[in-house]
């Protein structure tokens, strides 16, 4: 179909279901994303971190993933996460991105909204969404790390919220990135209490090893993105290794890398229909 806009795939935001957002490294991933999107016809949002696309050459990826979205038979968003400054958002833009997150979780509430700002009016005026960031998330997320994690503060999300012309929130909750370490355990009072103050879509990070109930409730309470990255990294991995193993000699970089891409189109797919629907026989 083509390449869309993350405000255009998370309306209605009354309307209770979630879109998976997937982060892209390489030309595998990146088509094993699309592959599994358009398995199951759904939308899906394949993500770019600031640091894979600050990696000099990874332009040419970026580029094509962008192609691939606009061949692709289901929409596409192609999404930039995690950008901490203003030149690698407009990086992104000028290179077609339909999307680009500016997070200025770390920063004082007033420095965020000064650079979200900055970030949206150049977005607007050529038509890409923007998602921004308040409270910030624990974990290392591409190679960087948070160590400390600040939940959402209500008061401040509507400060935000009013002085912002965002298309989505990233809000923290008691998620995290990478791998747990022990039981997730998320805050959905505080969710709650978030999105019924909250007029655009929230947007969960750190999905990567949270159970499918906790997903069911979070999309219950209004989460209309889920971002996963670790999990897409730990299957290519897995398979690449697993598969190599099997017959070591053959350095088969035909079978390895078709058997990595199998893999994570099968985890797009399962995840794009669960969060679409098949959550609805958890709650
Ligand atoms: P995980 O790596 O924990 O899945 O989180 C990904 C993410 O939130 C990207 O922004």
Redesign the pocket.
Known sequence: MSLVTLKEVMEPKDEAFAVG?F?TYDLSSALGIVEGAEAVNLPVIA?M?APVLNVPGNEKVAETLISLAKMSSVPVVVHL??AKDFATCMKAIKLGFSSV?IDGSTLSLEENIAVTNKVTEAAKAVGVSVEAELGA?A?I?DGEEVKAQKMTNPEHMKTFLEATDVDGLAVSIGN????YKGEPNLNFELLEKLNDLSDVPLIM?????LTQEQFAKGIQLGIKKI???????KTTIETFIETHGKNESAWDMIGIPKACREAISKVVADKLKFYRSGWKELV
């Open positions: 957002a982060s993500m971190g996460d995690h997150m998330l974990g997320e995290a990135h990478g791998l990070h750190g999905g990567t090893g971002n996963i990255g670790t999990e897409i990294k």
